[in-house]
């Protein structure tokens, strides 16, 4: 025969494993999406090494030298944009799927509001921007050897939808 109180201890050890359960599934969860969130930023990485990598063998070839990469960085990434720091005139370009250059509709605030102002800051060296801010842990980063084709400042390409293109010039690599 059972005691009051065993037969009042049996739904309390239910309720606690439900709630063990369901932490474990939270956990479980979390995990996933954090994995996800470490991938896309393994792509963004791989991404600004391949240029970065590209831009130095590419500055010691002769002038004229091509290569064409596409933009694939990660899934909260909409934009990939290149500025030139030694230019302080804003004329926003964007890659088309075509290849065309056609002006960003809207202009950069379009884009993301503070791309023009993080531009123009007098600490900026940065001329690679992740955007929408926010979208990576680190959203700028200073490319040596590269600068944006004359009249694109910046120039940005659309994530998965487009391609950069790279030419040796006489003292840089040009993105068009």
């Not at 369901?22 to 090494?49: E, H, N, Q, S, Y």
């Amino acid at each position: 025969m059972k005691k009051k109180a065993q037969l009042m201890s049996e739904p309390f050890v239910w309720i606690f494993a439900l709630i063990v359960g369901a932490l474990i599934l939270i956990w479980g969860i979390k995990t996933v999406m954090d994995l996800k969130d470490t991938a896309d930023t393994v792509d963004l990485g791989r991404f600004k090494t391949q240029i970065e990598t590209l831009a130095k063998s590419m500055k010691n070839q002769g002038e004229g030298s091509s290569e064409v990469i596409p933009v694939q960085v990660g899934a909260k990434v909409k934009f990939v944009c290149f500025s030139n720091t030694e230019d302080t005139t804003i004329s926003c370009k964007m890659k088309g799927k075509d290849g065309t250059l056609k002006d960003c509709p809207g202009g950069t605030a379009a884009i993301d509001p503070a791309l023009e102002l993080r531009m123009k800051s007098a600490k900026n060296t940065d001329n690679m921007w992740i955007l929408p801010f926010g979208s990576s842990k680190k959203d700028s980063f200073k490319i040596l050897y590269i600068k944006p084709i004359a009249g694109a400042n910046p120039i940005c390409y659309q994530n998965g939808k487009a391609s950069i293109e790279m030419e040796t010039r006489d003292t840089f690599v040009e993105i068009k």
